[in-house]
């Protein structure tokens, strides 16, 4: 274990943040109560509608902040008494050893005896202690080299081959990027086959360990798709192309570029720990998480060497837009064509994003003869948790690291559509012309919105967002310009969907490791998932449209479109916008609401469709405290109907 998570300094500081972080969040969920009062007296009884949505909302709001601000306050109470207990320990020791000191008469001696000619005493090896910058060497006889030296690691020693005149050296995560020879293995690159290798047991002469060629199988061991990254990445055969030195690969897994990462099982977790913890530092420092999201980095070794897997607690391990991952790192959910898709589902919505990694290797380790080696989350380790990993080495609480910046793309990294996209979706942007990025983003936002309103009952917490979104879509498609207060309304919007999500997810810790099931309530969680996917794509319309952006918005759209469980509506369906528990609805009128109130279709009459005309939602603008509610004013692109 690295020693400085032991320091009750750095504790007490952790604490700290933690106390800081649970008064931000208890600030921010206080309901405006005089504000709401205001609302209601000045705006009438015809506003009674969106009044009550917008009492349920701050409702949910405040119970979602102060559940977080607990969870918070435990955490920081954990570490203050691990911090106390730590001294405690250090004082207790040391006034044994004082005592010790004072000396026995008459007992052993506590010193070795002196040397002498025939008895020479071994000199003690140095002292390491696992941790990133120490790693615990594996030490080998004195009296010989070591039983893999002069023998490529991974590869069979073919009679008549020259063995490397030094033989591997010790993985060091400190190691230089450049460090070592490249030598040529029969173990397949760190990340170019699937979790613990191809079923179809394929192999690629001349792929190194943290070389990367252009090439891998697919998860069933038949034709290569055309991907440009990840674990379906495929491009020329190895015999055409030069191998290329993956640099994410040198940075989340030193020693693998110089041959001296190990193919077997039986290695150092505290190693695979600092690997792990290193790539989910980095992702920690470039992802822009909301409130409450937690990611975690799993390390597995088998035969087929070691393999990194990375998840977040949203939906199906969303990853956030500007995010370049190594093209060694896997994700669990990419995996249904052999796992299937109802086990993967019992996994969306829990809190821990450890479990999830840790319900994967369970499931997945015995079909690759593998194993988790090491796990690091961004949340506490369930000490339950920790017990059902075994000698797996752990680690909780990992804040970010900026000495590898996942921001900027490298020929060693792929982006969130290279790396989980199907086949279809890589085609179609790459088929899309730049001057039509413009109108294809328009169009994948106007489908979401559509799809998800036709197919799934949209939470009353995701209601205020549907509403403003159908709004600036509505007023995209007649050509108008969407006021930017709008745009910063959707933001807020989305962002306390995102903390309302919060008491939605499932605390797993109770249930035993590999018996999960799917929920009932994951299917509201997940319409939740769906709605800020389909905002996420809207908001990709307020920047400047490129090939980027176009990727991102795929990438968005098929977390919807792709997902296992997403049912879309029959043609013709069409979308209704659920009205908030409790809130009665008004009759339709023959004339209409009046202009800025939007009212769902009534029971006797057909649902509202999807925006594809002039739809005259409400205008939303923001309320105290930075939380949208209705305003009385229209903007210019919105036009009341006439009465």
Same mark, same amino acid.
């Given at each position: 274990?690295?020693?400085?998570?032991?320091?009750?300094a750095?504790?007490?500081?952790l604490?700290a /943040?933690h106390?800081r972080?649970?008064?931000?969040?208890e600030?921010w969920?206080l309901?405006?109560?005089?504000?709401?009062d205001d609302y209601?007296?000045t705006?009438?009884?015809?506003?009674d509608q969106?009044h #009550?949505?917008l009492?349920?909302?701050y409702?949910?709001?405040?119970d979602?902040?102060?559940?977080?601000?607990?969870?918070?306050k435990?955490t920081a109470?954990?570490l203050?008494?691990?911090a106390?207990d730590?001294?405690?320990?250090d004082?207790?020791g040391?006034?044994?050893?004082?005592n010790?000191g004072l000396?026995?008469?008459?007992?052993t001696?506590?010193?070795p005896a002196p040397?002498t000619?025939?008895h020479?005493?071994?000199?003690p090896?140095p002292?390491?202690?696992g941790?990133? !910058?120490?790693p615990v060497?594996?030490h080998h006889?004195?009296s010989?080299p070591?039983?893999s &030296?002069? $023998?490529p690691?991974?590869?069979?020693?073919?009679p008549?081959?020259?063995?490397?005149?030094?033989g591997?050296a010790?993985a060091r995560p400190?190691a230089?990027l450049?460090?070592?020879? $490249?030598?040529?293995h029969?173990?397949?690159?760190?990340?170019?086959?699937p979790?613990?290798?191809?079923v179809?047991?394929?192999?690629?002469?001349?792929?190194?360990?943290?070389?990367?060629p252009d090439?891998a199988?697919p998860?069933?061991?038949g034709?290569?798709?055309?991907l440009?990254?990840?674990?379906?990445?495929a491009?020329?055969?190895?015999?055409?192309v030069p191998?290329?030195v993956?640099p994410?690969?040198?940075?989340?897994?030193?020693?693998a &570029?110089?041959?001296t990462a190990t193919a077997?099982a039986?290695?150092?977790?505290d190693?695979?720990?600092a690997?792990?913890?290193?790539?989910?530092g980095?992702?920690l420092?470039?992802?822009?998480?909301?409130?409450g999201?937690?990611w975690?980095?799993?390390a597995?070794?088998?035969?087929?060497?070691?393999?990194?897997?990375l998840t977040s607690t949203e939906?199906?391990?969303?990853?956030p837009?500007?995010?370049?991952v190594?093209?060694?790192v896997?994700?669990?959910w990419?995996w249904?064509?052999l796992?299937?898709?109802g086990r993967?589902?019992?996994? /969306?919505?829990?809190?821990?994003p450890?479990? +999830?990694?840790?319900?994967? *290797?369970?499931?997945w *380790?015995?079909?690759?003869?593998?194993?988790?080696t090491?796990?690091?989350?961004?949340a506490?380790?369930?000490?339950g948790?920790?017990?059902?990993?075994g000698?797996?080495?752990?680690?909780?609480?990992v804040?970010?690291?900026?000495?590898?910046?996942?921001r900027?793309?490298?020929?060693g990294?792929?982006?969130r559509?290279?790396?989980?996209?199907?086949p279809?979706a890589l085609d179609?942007v790459?088929?899309?012309?730049?001057?039509?990025v &413009?109108?294809?983003?328009?169009?994948l936002?106007a489908?979401?919105h559509?799809?998800?309103?036709?197919? +799934?009952?949209?939470?009353?917490e995701?209601?205020?967002?549907?509403?403003?979104r !159908?709004?600036i879509?509505?007023?995209l498609?007649?050509g108008?310009? +969407?006021p930017?207060q709008?745009w910063?309304?959707?933001r807020s919007l989305? !962002?306390?969907?995102?903390a309302?999500m919060?008491?939605?997810?499932?605390?797993?810790?109770?249930?035993d490791l590999?018996?999960?099931?799917?929920?009932e309530?994951?299917e509201?969680?997940?319409?939740?998932?769906?709605?800020?996917r389909?905002? /996420?794509?809207?908001l990709?319309l307020?920047?400047?449209?490129?090939?980027?952006s176009?990727?991102d918005?795929?990438?968005?759209?098929?977390?919807i479109?792709?997902?296992?469980q997403?049912?879309?509506?029959e043609?013709?369906?069409?979308?209704e916008?659920?009205?908030?528990g409790g809130?009665?609805?008004?009759?339709?009128?023959?004339?209409?609401p009046?202009?800025?109130v939007?009212?769902?279709?009534a029971a006797?009459?057909?649902?509202r469709p999807?925006p594809?005309g #002039?739809v005259?939602?409400?205008?939303?603008?923001v309320?105290?405290?930075?939380?949208?509610?209705?305003?009385?004013?229209?903007?210019?692109?919105?036009?009341?109907r006439?009465?």
């Amino acid at each position: 274990m690295n020693p400085t998570i032991l320091d009750p300094a750095l504790l007490r500081r952790l604490a700290a /943040e933690h106390i800081r972080v649970q008064g931000a969040l208890e600030q921010w969920s206080l309901v405006p109560k005089d504000w709401l009062d205001d609302y209601k007296i000045t705006r009438g009884k015809i506003a009674d509608q969106l009044h #009550a949505s917008l009492v349920d909302y701050y409702n949910i709001r405040h119970d979602a902040g102060m559940a977080l601000a607990a969870q918070h306050k435990e955490t920081a109470d954990a570490l203050n008494q691990a911090a106390d207990d730590i001294e405690k320990a250090d004082q207790e020791g040391g006034a044994a050893i004082q005592n010790l000191g004072l000396g026995d008469h008459g007992t052993t001696p506590r010193h070795p005896a002196p040397t002498t000619p025939g008895h020479p005493v071994q000199p003690p090896g140095p002292v390491t202690t696992g941790g990133p !910058e120490h790693p615990v060497a594996q030490h080998h006889p004195v009296s010989g080299p070591p039983p893999s &030296a002069g $023998v490529p690691t991974g590869a069979p020693h073919e009679p008549g081959a020259t063995p490397d005149a030094g033989g591997p050296a010790q993985a060091r995560p400190s190691a230089p990027l450049d460090a070592g020879p $490249v030598v040529q293995h029969e173990t397949p690159a760190l990340g170019q086959v699937p979790p613990g290798g191809v079923v179809g047991q394929q192999s690629w002469p001349g792929s190194v360990p943290g070389i990367a060629p252009d090439i891998a199988g697919p998860p069933g061991g038949g034709p290569v798709p055309s991907l440009p990254g990840g674990p379906l990445a495929a491009g020329p055969s190895v015999g055409d192309v030069p191998a290329m030195v993956d640099p994410y690969a040198n940075a989340v897994a030193p020693g693998a &570029a110089d041959g001296t990462a190990t193919a077997d099982a039986t290695v150092d977790a505290d190693s695979d720990l600092a690997l792990a913890k290193a790539l989910l530092g980095a992702v920690l420092a470039a992802a822009e998480s909301p409130v409450g999201l937690e990611w975690a980095v799993s390390a597995m070794r088998g035969p087929f060497g070691l393999r990194l897997f990375l998840t977040s607690t949203e939906g199906r391990g969303w990853l956030p837009a500007g995010l370049h991952v190594p093209r060694s790192v896997s994700m669990p959910w990419q995996w249904d064509e052999l796992l299937g898709s109802g086990r993967t589902s019992a996994w /969306e919505g829990i809190a821990d994003p450890a479990r +999830v990694l840790a319900e994967f *290797g369970l499931v997945w *380790g015995p079909r690759v003869q593998g194993r988790v080696t090491a796990v690091a989350s961004s949340a506490p380790i369930d000490s339950g948790l920790e017990q059902g990993l075994g000698d797996a080495a752990v680690a909780g609480l990992v804040g970010p690291a900026y000495d590898h910046d996942l921001r900027v793309a490298t020929a060693g990294s792929v982006d969130r559509l290279g790396l989980t996209g199907t086949p279809q979706a890589l085609d179609s942007v790459a088929a899309v012309a730049d001057s039509m990025v &413009a109108p294809v983003l328009q169009a994948l936002a106007a489908d979401a919105h559509a799809a998800v309103g036709g197919a +799934v009952s949209t939470p009353a917490e995701a209601r205020p967002a549907r509403v403003l979104r !159908e709004q600036i879509l509505t007023t995209l498609q007649a050509g108008m310009a +969407v006021p930017r207060q709008l745009w910063d309304d959707l933001r807020s919007l989305d !962002e306390l969907l995102a903390a309302a999500m919060l008491s939605r997810r499932v605390d797993a810790g109770r249930v035993d490791l590999g018996a999960l099931t799917a929920d009932e309530g994951s299917e509201v969680l997940r319409a939740m998932v769906f709605e800020r996917r389909c905002t /996420e794509l809207a908001l990709l319309l307020a920047g400047e449209p490129d090939q980027q952006s176009l990727r991102d918005a795929m990438y968005a759209h098929q977390q919807i479109a792709a997902h296992p469980q997403f049912a879309p509506a029959e043609a013709g369906a069409t979308t209704e916008i659920a009205a908030p528990g409790g809130t009665s609805v008004a009759p339709a009128t023959a004339g209409g609401p009046p202009g800025g109130v939007s009212v769902a279709p009534a029971a006797d009459r057909a649902p509202r469709p999807a925006p594809t005309g #002039a739809v005259v939602p409400p205008t939303i603008s923001v309320a105290p405290a930075g939380v949208s509610a209705p305003a009385t004013d229209l903007p210019p692109a919105v036009v009341p109907r006439q009465h």
